[in-house]
């Protein structure tokens, strides 16, 4: 017996093994948040000037999110909405900018896209699940009863053959937001296919990633009902805002 252990000791001593003894393989890293901090810092800049009022919305995500920045507000009316999208940002980013880009205007309800950029990132769908907990739990930890939306990862054609994985991480927040009232998936990417299932390319922009005014229509048909239906009941009255 003590022959079997010395040479184990060995194995892992001489790295026999490409990785240190009792250690797991590990997939791709995020990258670090940090390097939006001026477009966060840039917020906050606006903010010092017009702070937002409470109790609103924040729809925050990458840079679909952000491409929508310009006509959210009036897709979504008479709902108070936040425009807080950074292109290029995932579910980690999301998570580590909470406190600044979201609990900050102490919002009765999120929304959020985020899922694109981390699969097409390396990152597991059980990673970005795992990340959407950690975000619902420190946002709950703030904000009790702030509601939040997630968007589910949409379709495109430029990233087509990761649509199994974009599908698997909608269908673990699925699973995720039927556990809790609170918690909403709202489904953008079926309107997204055409009758065959692929992408309807006359709705993205030449890079086939991100969407004209075509996508977001269809985007706005699909959150705003929802909205209405959980939001409208607390929307502050004029004379409140």
Request: aromatic share 10%; with cysteine; glycine share 6%.
């Amino acid at each position: 017996m003590m022959k079997i252990f010395k040479l184990l000791f060995l194995i892992c001593l001489t790295g026999f093994l490409n990785f240190p003894c009792g250690a797991q393989k590990t997939g791709p890293e995020y990258p670090d948040p940090v390097r939006f901090e001026q477009t966060i810092r840039n917020f906050e800049s606006e903010d010092s000037i017009s702070f937002p009022p409470p109790n609103a919305i924040v729809c925050t995500g990458s840079s679909s999110m952000r491409g929508w920045s310009g006509t959210i507000t009036k897709d979504l009316a008479p709902l108070s909405i936040i425009p807080r999208g950074f292109g290029g940002s995932n579910m980690n980013d999301a998570l580590y900018y909470t406190d600044r880009i979201v609990l900050a205007y102490k919002p009765r309800a999120i929304v959020v896209y985020e899922g694109d950029n981390d699969i097409a990132q390396g990152i597991s769908p059980d990673i970005i699940a795992l990340k959407f907990k950690k975000f619902v739990k420190k946002v709950h930890q703030k904000l009790p009863e702030c509601r939040i939306y997630f968007l589910s990862v949409k379709p495109s054609p430029s990233r087509w053959k990761l649509w199994p994985l974009m599908e698997e991480t909608n269908h673990l927040i699925v699973e995720i937001c039927g556990k809790d009232s609170r918690l909403t998936y709202v489904d953008v990417a079926s309107g997204m296919l055409d009758q065959s299932g692929k992408p309807r390319i006359e709705i993205f922009k030449d890079d086939m990633l991100h969407m004209k005014r075509e996508g977001y229509i269809i985007w706005r048909n699909a959150l705003r009902p929802v909205l209405l239906e959980n939001e409208l009941q607390y929307e502050p009255k004029s004379s409140e805002k």
